[in-house]
C-alpha cells in the first residue's frame, strides 16, 4: 500500500490545495493531508482550526486522512509508514524553495521521494496568504476555498 503524505501550513485550506489533494488520491492509495505546527510561527487560524476546516473539506474523498504534526516532515512520514511527500508547484517562484526542500529530505531520508503536482490553471494562482488578504480586506473569497473556509471565516472569524 502506497501512503502519501501532504504538508503544509494550508492556513486556510483552498481550493488549490484541494485540486493537489484530489490528484494525489487518485494516484495514491492513502493520502495523509497534515497541518505543520509551526512554534515560531503564530499563522492566522489556530492549527486546531486547520485541521477542522480541512476534515470538513475532504468528506467525499473516501482514502484520506487528515492530521496534524510538529517536527521533521521525514520523521512523520517514517512514523505513518509514508514513502511519498506530496507538494504543489505553481509558478517559477515556488520551485527555489520547494527543490531545496526535497533536497533537504532526501538527503535525510533518502526512501522518502517527494512527488511534485500542479493544478489546474483556474486554481494555479490561488495561495493561502492572497486569500487572507482579500479577506481581511472586505473582498469575496468563496470561488477561491472550499465552502466551510467560506462559512468559517465570514461567520464565526473574529479579526
Ligand atoms: P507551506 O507553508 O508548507 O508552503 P502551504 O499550505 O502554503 O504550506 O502549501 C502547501 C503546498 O501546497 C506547497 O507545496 C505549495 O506550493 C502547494 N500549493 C499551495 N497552493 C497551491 C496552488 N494553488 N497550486 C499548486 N500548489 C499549491
Request: glycine letters at 4%; aromatic letters at 10%; charged letters at 25%.
Amino acid at each position: 500500500m502506497k501512503v502519501a503524505i501532504y504538508p503544509g501550513s494550508f492556513d486556510p485550506i483552498t481550493k488549490g490545495h484541494l485540486d493537489i489533494l484530489k490528484t494525489a488520491t487518485e494516484i495514491f492509495d492513502k493520502v495523509i493531508i497534515a497541518v505543520a505546527k509551526n512554534s515560531e510561527k503564530q499563522g492566522f487560524l489556530p492549527t486546531d482550526v486547520r485541521v477542522k476546516l480541512i476534515k470538513e473539506s475532504v468528506k467525499d474523498l473516501a482514502n484520506v486522512e487528515v492530521d496534524s504534526f510538529e517536527g521533521l516532515t521525514i520523521n512523520y512520514a517514517r512514523e505513518k509508514g509514508a514513502s511519498v511527500l506530496i507538494r504543489g508547484l505553481r509558478a517559477v517562484s515556488d520551485f527555489e524553495y520547494e527543490m531545496q526542500l526535497s533536497q533537504a529530505n532526501s538527503a535525510l531520508a533518502s526512501e522518502v521521494k517527494t512527488v511534485f503536482l500542479t493544478t489546474k490553471p483556474k486554481y494555479n494562482f490561488i495561495s493561502s496568504s492572497t486569500i487572507k488578504e482579500i479577506f481581511l480586506n472586505n473582498g469575496d473569497i468563496s470561488k477561491f476555498v472550499p465552502e466551510a473556509v467560506n462559512d468559517y471565516l465570514n461567520n464565526s472569524y473574529k479579526c
